[in-house]
Each structure stands twice: as structure tokens, then as C-alpha cells.
């Protein structure tokens, strides 16, 4: 089956720095990567659609220059969280659709990160 | 604003017995639906999905769609401890093509008592 990777799983980082999530499709090409995002308890919230070779389309109230995503080849979308706060403590989640299966709808799923902002 | 709406729960079913999951959409022209489970503290993997009117099996697992009433339902039968989890319903409210989104219900948390 299709394999997304992400990296890292777990991080925690202080208030006002940057955190960089890595999300790889490892055997299988993604023109388009999700992130998603989860508050306890709470549902997947979509973030953001990330394209490959251009910009990101952002959900609304989602702030594309706090949440920066960069889709730069088939296998790999990185999202990085600029100047952190607490609030911004969340399981952020990709997702990928397959290129060549992208008429079944099926997404795949990384691992997810848990980030804690202190 | 699509919605994707889940019965709450929790449920609670004792092992051996059927669960039976709900979930309702706003979107007529929906196309797609999917069932995730998740379990505390990971990524949803998929169960099932469903593209047309009926009952699709797999395994335990029966998904059932109605377009019409715009309601998809997930059957497990024969329930496990191990089935305890929180199953998401996920819609496609994407026009096609490149125009995907994938809308998630809360979710329904599903305990399976021994």
C-alpha cells in the first residue's frame, strides 16, 4: 500500500520559534499533499492544499504567512510554523493522494506530529 | 459551510455484538465517502470507501450509502476490543479532477467491552 512518512513525530519547541514538518510519499507519487490539523478531541481540520510547483491554497482563517508550505517535488511537502505560540500546540497531520489513483478519492496518511509550544 | 455530521457517542457495544455508525452530510453533490479509524494518538487509517447507492462489504465492515437521504453508515459486525476507536466519516465535496477536499465528521469514539 501507498506509505506517507512524516517527520518529526513529536516536537517541542519554545515560543516564537519556527517548526518544520516534513512529509514524504515514499513509494509513490503525490502532485497534492494535505495538512491537516487536530485539537483534542476535535475533528481533522483541513489547513491547507499543497501543490506541487505552486503555491499552497489555504482554508479560510488559516494564515499563510504563520503557516508556510512548500511543495517543491512529487514526493516531498514540508509545512513550517512561524514564530510559535501555545496556541499553536496541535497534532498536525499530511496526507497524500496517489497521482496515478487520484480517480479513487483515497487519501493516505502520515504519522503525524505532535507539536507542544511551551 | 459542507458539514459532516457524526452521532457523537461514545458507543459502547459489548464483544461479538454489531456497531452501527451514522453520519449525514450537507453536500448533495458529493461524490465520494470514506471511513477512517482512529486510534488515541494517531493518524486515521482507512477502513472503507463508498462511491455508489447500497451496501458495500468488506470483511466485518459494512458501509452503506443513500444519496438521497444523504446519510452513509458503517456495520461492524462480530465487534472486538480491538475495534475500539474512533471511526471518522470523511466526504469528498470536491467538484472532481483537482478540485478535492475531503470534509471530516467528528467522529464517533467506539468502545468494544470484553
Known amino acids: 500500500g501507498a506509505v506517507v512518512s512524516q517527520h518529526p513525530s513529536r516536537v517541542i519547541c519554545k515560543s516564537g520559534t519556527s517548526v518544520k514538518i516534513e512529509c514524504r510519499s515514499l513509494?509513490?507519487?503525490?502532485?497534492?499533499m494535505f495538512w491537516y490539523r487536530q485539537f483534542p478531541k476535535q475533528s481533522l481540520m483541513l489547513m491547507a492544499t499543497?501543490?506541487?510547483?505552486?503555491?499552497?491554497?489555504?482554508e479560510q482563517g488559516v494564515e499563510k504567512d504563520k503557516f508556510l508550505i512548500n511543495h517543491a517535488s512529487l514526493t516531498l511537502s514540508t509545512l513550517t510554523v512561524t514564530s510559535a505560540h501555545p496556541e499553536d500546540s496541535s497534532f498536525y497531520i499530511c496526507?497524500?493522494?496517489?497521482?496515478?489513483?487520484?480517480?479513487?478519492?483515497?487519501?493516505?496518511f502520515g504519522e503525524g506530529s505532535r507539536l507542544t509550544v511551551l | 459551510q459542507k458539514e459532516v455530521e457524526q452521532n457523537s457517542g461514545p458507543l459502547s457495544v459489548p464483544e461479538g455484538a454489531i456497531a452501527s455508525l451514522n453520519c449525514t452530510y450537507s453536500?448533495?453533490?458529493?461524490?465520494?465517502f470514506f471511513w477512517y479509524r482512529q486510534y488515541s494518538g494517531k493518524s486515521p487509517e482507512l477502513i472503507m470507501f463508498?462511491?455508489?447507492?447500497g451496501d458495500k462489504e468488506d470483511g466485518r465492515f459494512t458501509a452503506q450509502l443513500n444519496k438521497a437521504s444523504q446519510y452513509v453508515s458503517l456495520l461492524i459486525r462480530d465487534s472486538q476490543p480491538s475495534d475500539s476507536a474512533t471511526y471518522l466519516c470523511?466526504?469528498?465535496?470536491?467538484?472532481?479532477?483537482?478540485?478535492?477536499?475531503?470534509?471530516f465528521g467528528k467522529g464517533t469514539l467506539l468502545t468494544v467491552n470484553p
Open positions: 496526507s497524500a493522494r496517489d497521482s496515478d489513483r487520484e480517480n479513487t478519492g483515497e487519501l493516505f
Open positions: 513509494d509513490f507519487q503525490a502532485t497534492t
Open positions: 499543497s501543490n506541487e510547483g505552486s503555491k499552497a491554497t489555504y
Open positions: 453536500d448533495r453533490g458529493s461524490q465520494s
Open positions: 463508498i462511491y455508489s447507492n
Open positions: 470523511a466526504v469528498n465535496s470536491g467538484s472532481g479532477g483537482s478540485n478535492y477536499k475531503l470534509t
